[in-house]
């Protein structure tokens, strides 16, 4: 097997079913459907089975279920970690190299393969370690395990079946297996599917409940009953021709229910010199089998059982305000009728959409998921070089954006802080020009914190991501192409709340629906623009709110007004006088008016715009070159990462 610093040029989807197996095999550079390897009984679906003949030598499949004298014969050995793991753990790792075995000898690269073994997806990771460890051995290959569900959602993905615009909403794969029923959940197209399951429920119960109900309606049922249960290699084998028997009758329900007759099945099984085993299914033998109580399922039937299962999940959806409007089913239980109309009835607004080789599936999943993940690699090793080049874009950007939110700012400053606090001293509300600076201060404070100011910055902080963008814009619609992504896969997107908590206002966000580089940059930037606004704001507003800021900003028309104020009350107190008392007296409003006219303000605010936008563009010079770049290129970063992660899943052919 490959060695983990060689890059492998095939990838083997091992489809371990605990009824059926399949071994399914790309390339790195193929862009095609994965072939299905014909490594057991000649038949790309094989019996999970393995067993020994008189000579020792390993039988693999139907030929070890129907070999005269086999000895040791297994079915039904994939266990869950933990689980009887000191027999069926050793069982499933024999198998699993035999049929490795085989597929190397018939011309299979194993040296340079990577191996993708599927599992169910209840499954913890440790679990799952534990298993894949398991299954290889001492051998040095290189195992890994997916979840089956996910194989299955990549499959159908890759194949069109669930197509890109379905996935843009909420879709569900059912994959009901021999040993399990796997549930993956995927919404909003670029997200990683959300695994559950339930561990026991597969058709192999039903399979037993079959077995349980023929042997109950024999005479001798009790007796044949211990023979074949004392007996593992009889009970696999009947417990496989009741798997047939199923199968035959769901592939034909309709007439079979109709006409009443047994599902046909010439097979059978010798029990001893005085009986043989042979299953005739009808449909009031079926629904016998499946109302009955399973102990494995608490009690409840398997129908019931699937249903629970199924509205639980209805109930995660409806706390993520979206029920499925797509629902995928997989696996050979999908071909049983009554859980296809139980998905119905438990999602009746959802399309139901089938798999046509159900037998397949997981397997081709498994290796289209070796594939991608190797591109994935090399998809996200581009980010890095990509994401370097992002303070620098934002620098050569900065002096733009300084011109973009200075000038707006001071205007808003002198309206809402100098002209506003020399009024309201005109007026009378500040009694002294000794406490209008302390006046001016305060306004300061309470303006650097209104809507209007974040607008400001909002805006401007747009406009530079813009630009910004438009320096790497190239590079993502370079990878979009180059990794067959549709463009919404790497467009970062934001929630309507941080995991601060902080609310985010959407509505302003433009839909830009131009097309090109300037779509990529325009869109992209557009989206993140208000979660830049987030971390950037911040660092403007203390700057606005510095001590030195205010200070300057306030010095030049206090200083200004007393000026004036100085010269007109000289002409009633004296030069003199008037220097010592203008600033601590409380002057009448009569004066007040007289000495601080509407143009007298006009000129004390021009000459403080001027003022404020010296001081405030050289507060801003100083944090763009650092803080605010870096911040800015924090945010663009970690999106178009948490982007590519997620849009790892819809990596194309």
């Given at each position: 097997?490959?060695?983990?610093?060689?890059t492998p040029s095939k990838f083997l989807g091992f489809d371990l079913g605990d009824g059926e197996s399949a071994l399914a095999e790309c390339t790195a550079e193929s862009s095609g459907e994965p072939d299905v390897l014909k490594v057991v009984d000649n038949r790309q679906s094989f019996l999970t089975c393995i067993g020994?003949?008189?000579?020792?030598?390993?039988?693999?499949?139907?030929?070890?279920?129907?070999?005269?004298?086999?000895?040791?014969?297994?079915?039904?050995?994939?266990?869950?970690?933990?689980?009887?793991?000191?027999?069926?753990?050793?069982?499933?790792?024999?198998?699993?190299?035999?049929?490795?075995?085989?597929?190397?000898?018939?011309?299979?690269?194993?040296?340079?393969?990577?191996?993708?073994?599927?599992?169910?997806?209840?499954?913890?990771?440790?679990?799952?370690?534990?298993?894949?460890?398991?299954?290889?051995?001492?051998?040095?290959?290189?195992?890994?395990?997916?979840?089956?569900?996910?194989?299955?959602?990549?499959?159908?993905?890759?194949?069109?079946?669930?197509?890109?615009?379905?996935?843009?909403?909420?879709?569900?794969?059912?994959?009901?297996?021999?040993?399990?029923?796997?549930?993956?959940?995927?919404?909003?197209?670029?997200?990683?599917?959300?695994?559950?399951?339930?561990?026991?429920?597969?058709?192999?119960?039903?399979?037993?409940?079959?077995?349980?109900?023929?042997?109950?309606?024999?005479?001798d049922g009790a007796r044949l009953g211990g023979i074949i249960r004392s007996h593992p290699h009889i009970y696999a084998q009947c417990e496989y021709l009741c798997r047939l028997s199923k199968e035959a009758f769901f592939t034909n329900e309709e007439a079979l229910r109709a006409s009443g007759e047994a599902a046909p099945?010439?097979?059978?099984?010798?029990?001893?010199?005085?009986?043989?085993?042979?299953?005739?299914?009808?449909?009031?033998?079926?629904?016998?089998?499946?109302?009955?109580?399973?102990?494995?399922?608490?009690?409840?039937?398997?129908?019931?059982?699937?249903?629970?299962?199924?509205?639980?999940?209805?109930?995660?959806?409806?706390?993520?305000?979206?029920?499925?409007?797509?629902?995928?089913?997989?696996?050979?239980?999908?071909?049983?009728?009554?859980?296809?109309?139980?998905?119905?009835?438990?999602?009746?607004?959802?399309?139901?959409?089938?798999?046509?080789?159900?037998?397949?599936?997981?397997?081709?999943?498994?290796?289209?998921?070796?594939?991608?993940?190797?591109?994935?690699?090399?998809?996200?090793?581009?980010l890095d070089p990509l994401c370097a080049k992002l303070p620098e874009a934002f620098r050569k950007e900065s002096s733009r954006f300084i011109e973009d939110v200075v000038p707006p700012l001071a205007d808003d400053f002198v309206s809402a802080v100098v002209m506003r606090g020399l009024i309201d001293w005109r007026k009378?509300?500040?009694?002294?020009?000794?406490?209008?600076?302390?006046?001016?201060?305060?306004?300061?404070?309470?303006?650097?914190?209104?809507?209007?100011?974040?607008?400001?910055?909002?805006?401007?902080?747009?406009?530079?991501?813009?630009?910004?963008?438009?320096?790497?814009?190239?590079?993502?619609?370079?990878?979009?192409?180059?990794?067959?992504?549709?463009?919404?896969?790497?467009?970062?997107?934001?929630?309507?709340?941080?995991?601060?908590?902080?609310?985010?206002?959407?509505?302003?966000?433009?839909?830009?629906?131009?097309?090109?580089?300037?779509?990529?940059?325009?869109?992209?930037?557009?989206?993140?623009?208000?979660?830049?606004?987030?971390?950037?704001?911040?660092?403007?507003?203390?700057?606005?709110?510095?001590?030195?800021?205010?200070?300057?900003?306030?010095?030049?028309?206090?200083?200004?007004?007393?000026?004036?104020?100085?010269?007109?009350?000289?002409?009633?107190?004296?030069?003199?006088?008037?220097?010592?008392?203008?600033?601590?007296?409380?002057?009448?409003?009569?004066?007040?008016?007289?000495?601080?006219?509407?143009?007298?303000?006009?000129?004390?605010?021009?000459?403080?715009?001027?003022?404020?936008?010296?001081?405030?563009?050289?507060?801003?010079?100083?944090?763009?070159?650092?803080?605010?770049?870096?911040?800015?290129?924090?945010?663009?970063?970690?999106?178009?990462?948490?982007?590519?992660?997620?849009?790892?899943?819809?990596?194309?052919?």
């Amino acid at each position: 097997m490959a060695t983990p610093n060689r890059t492998p040029s095939k990838f083997l989807g091992f489809d371990l079913g605990d009824g059926e197996s399949a071994l399914a095999e790309c390339t790195a550079e193929s862009s095609g459907e994965p072939d299905v390897l014909k490594v057991v009984d000649n038949r790309q679906s094989f019996l999970t089975c393995i067993g020994r003949d008189r000579a020792g030598r390993v039988l693999l499949g139907q030929a070890a279920l129907d070999a005269s004298g086999a000895e040791h014969v297994f079915l039904t050995f994939k266990r869950r970690p933990g689980d009887r793991a000191n027999s069926s753990r050793a069982i499933a790792s024999e198998f699993f190299g035999e049929v490795l075995s085989r597929a190397e000898r018939a011309g299979c690269d194993l040296q340079q393969s990577a191996i993708v073994v599927g599992h169910p997806s209840a499954w913890t990771p440790p679990e799952v370690e534990e298993y894949t460890a398991a299954l290889a051995g001492s051998t040095g290959w290189q195992v890994r395990g997916i979840s089956e569900s996910r194989a299955a959602f990549l499959q159908l993905k890759e194949t069109g079946k669930l197509t890109v615009a379905q996935l843009k909403s909420t879709a569900l794969i059912v994959d009901i297996g021999s040993s399990t029923t796997d549930m993956t959940i995927i919404r909003h197209l670029t997200q990683q599917p959300l695994d559950i399951g339930h561990n026991a429920l597969g058709g192999r119960l039903i399979d037993r409940s079959i077995l349980a109900y023929v042997l109950a309606q024999h005479p001798d049922g009790a007796r044949l009953g211990g023979i074949i249960r004392s007996h593992p290699h009889i009970y696999a084998q009947c417990e496989y021709l009741c798997r047939l028997s199923k199968e035959a009758f769901f592939t034909n329900e309709e007439a079979l229910r109709a006409s009443g007759e047994a599902a046909p099945n010439k097979q059978f099984v010798e029990i001893d010199e005085h009986a043989i085993f042979r299953v005739k299914l009808d449909a009031k033998g079926l629904d016998a089998a499946m109302q009955s109580p399973m102990p494995d399922l608490g009690g409840q039937s398997w129908a019931a059982t699937f249903r629970a299962t199924l509205q639980d999940v209805a109930g995660q959806c409806r706390l993520h305000g979206d029920l499925p409007r797509t629902v995928a089913m997989t696996g050979g239980g999908a071909r049983m009728g009554f859980t296809r109309q139980i998905c119905r009835e438990v999602f009746p607004e959802a399309e139901l959409i089938l798999d046509t080789s159900p037998e397949f599936t997981i397997a081709k999943g498994l290796a289209r998921a070796g594939r991608w993940d190797a591109r994935a690699a090399a998809f996200l090793e581009e980010l890095d070089p990509l994401c370097a080049k992002l303070p620098e874009a934002f620098r050569k950007e900065s002096s733009r954006f300084i011109e973009d939110v200075v000038p707006p700012l001071a205007d808003d400053f002198v309206s809402a802080v100098v002209m506003r606090g020399l009024i309201d001293w005109r007026k009378g509300t500040v009694t002294t020009l000794n406490g209008l600076e302390g006046h001016l201060k305060q306004l300061g404070a309470a303006w650097a914190n209104t809507p209007g100011v974040r607008g400001i910055i909002e805006t401007a902080t747009r406009h530079w991501s813009e630009r910004a963008m438009l320096h790497i814009a190239p590079a993502i619609q370079g990878l979009t192409h180059k990794y067959g992504l549709p463009y919404e896969a790497l467009n970062p997107t934001i929630d309507t709340v941080t995991p601060e908590g902080i609310a985010i206002d959407v509505k302003d966000v433009r839909n830009d629906t131009s097309s090109g580089i300037g779509m990529v940059a325009g869109g992209i930037a557009g989206i993140i623009a208000l979660k830049i606004a987030l971390v950037v704001t911040p660092v403007i507003l203390a700057v606005l709110l510095k001590a030195t800021f205010i200070t300057a900003a306030v010095t030049g028309p206090i200083g200004w007004v007393i000026g004036i104020v100085i010269v007109g009350a000289a002409f009633f107190f004296g030069k003199e006088a008037a220097e010592e008392k203008v600033k601590s007296i409380a002057l009448p409003i009569w004066l007040r008016s007289k000495l601080l006219g509407d143009e007298k303000i006009g000129s004390a605010c021009a000459k403080s715009r001027s003022d404020v936008v010296t001081a405030l563009r050289a507060e801003m010079s100083k944090a763009s070159e650092t803080e605010l770049t870096a911040k800015a290129s924090d945010v663009v970063r970690e999106e178009l990462s948490r982007k590519m992660k997620d849009a790892v899943v819809l990596i194309g052919r």
